[in-house]
């Protein structure tokens, strides 16, 4: 759904809004933030990036000290850290910034924690299950935070787990890149799906989740990663032909969800996106054979069409969704 600034810009375009009626209207609306306002953005900016600077040089202190250092100092260094952390979160708890920005803290310092340990006592674990522990160990400060840096932190450690459990070079193995592909869609489809159930569940209530971008991640994600084999498939691939009616099932479901049940401007651009990608492909593959400059000349006239099309529904969609109260029907 447009904001209200989106639909003023909007409506200035098609001509309803002078720039003197645009500026007017802004400024009566306060849609343009505020001094105070631009005050708390930087604040929160520099609360950020305090901590992950704050974490990063305890990590980056040890590891450059790493020879001259004992083994109880890197650990004293790494859990004195952490203890901070939770020092300052227990006396901040109403203050909630700083209190999720400690959260980030041990979020980050768990992490360096379980690395310090595997490369101390060299437990011959693999980099898969560190990144799947640190992740499981972090969830209830990434639930209780509530906010939009854990979350990506989150579903980027997952995908992590992932791409190291199955090995980068085996993703481009003919034999393992079907299944850890179609792996990786579905749990990030999981994950997609829990976030949409968190958020309609807590749609009525005055704390709501803030995974939007952890969500638009996880989304691409799931997108991307069966689109890979469906399109082995189109080019020759044996055994992959369920990939792409797992690839068009997930396309239209996300796309009823995504214009029927909850409108999502970003998720429907992404969708579509994938549906022009994978008719495109198409196109080439059927036209290989004979892939001239005429032939190159229709598939940019088909990415020209497709592409004009999809940005005109996109707009006329998202203007009635704004008309309607945010309405589906």
């Not at 083994?71 to 939770?86: D, E, H, N, T």
């Not at 898969?128 to 522990?133: E, I, N, S, T």
């Not at 069966?226 to 082995?232: G, H, K, M, R, T």
């Not at 707009?315 to 309405?327: E, F, K």
Request: net charge neutral; with cysteine; hydrophobic share 55%.
């Amino acid at each position: 759904m447009m904001s209200t600034r989106e639909q003023l810009l909007q409506w200035t375009q098609d001509g309803h809004l002078n720039r003197t009626q645009l500026k007017q209207t802004l400024a009566k609306l306060k849609v343009e933030p505020s001094l105070s306002q631009w005050g708390i953005f930087f604040k929160q900016l520099c609360l950020s990036g305090g901590t992950i600077c704050f974490a990063g040089s305890v990590i980056f202190y040890f590891a450059y000290n790493w020879q001259e250092m004992d083994k109880a100092v890197k650990f004293g260094l790494c859990q004195g850290a952490i203890i901070l952390s939770l020092l300052i979160y227990f006396n901040t708890t109403n203050r909630i910034l700083i209190a999720k920005a400690m959260l980030l803290s041990l979020s980050l310092l768990t992490g360096a924690l379980l690395a310090l340990v595997g490369q101390t006592y060299q437990t011959g674990a693999d980099p898969w299950q560190l990144f799947a522990l640190w992740s499981l160990l972090i969830v209830p400060w990434v639930v209780m935070a509530n906010a939009t840096g854990l979350w990506l932190l989150w579903v980027v450690l997952v995908n992590l787990t992932l791409l190291t459990y199955f090995d980068i070079d085996q993703l481009f193995d003919r034999n393992l890149s079907l299944t850890s592909f179609t792996i990786t869609c579905a749990v990030n489809s999981v994950i997609l799906v829990l976030l949409e159930w968190t958020r309609q569940a807590s749609s009525g209530h005055v704390v709501t989740t803030n995974s939007h971008y952890a969500r638009c991640l996880v989304l691409c994600i799931a997108i991307f990663s069966i689109f890979v084999p469906a399109v082995e498939f189109l080019f020759g691939r044996d055994g992959a032909g369920y990939a792409v009616a797992i690839y068009l099932g997930l396309l239209g479901s996300l796309f009823w969800f995504y214009r029927y049940r909850q409108f999502e401007l970003f998720a429907l651009t992404m969708i579509i996106f994938g549906a022009i990608a994978f008719i495109v492909t198409l196109e080439i593959r059927l036209l290989t054979e004979s892939l001239d400059l005429s032939i190159l000349l229709l598939v940019a006239m088909t990415i020209v069409g497709l592409a004009s099309v999809a940005t005109y529904w996109l707009r006329v969609t998202a203007a009635q969704i704004t008309i309607n109260g945010g309405s589906n029907d």
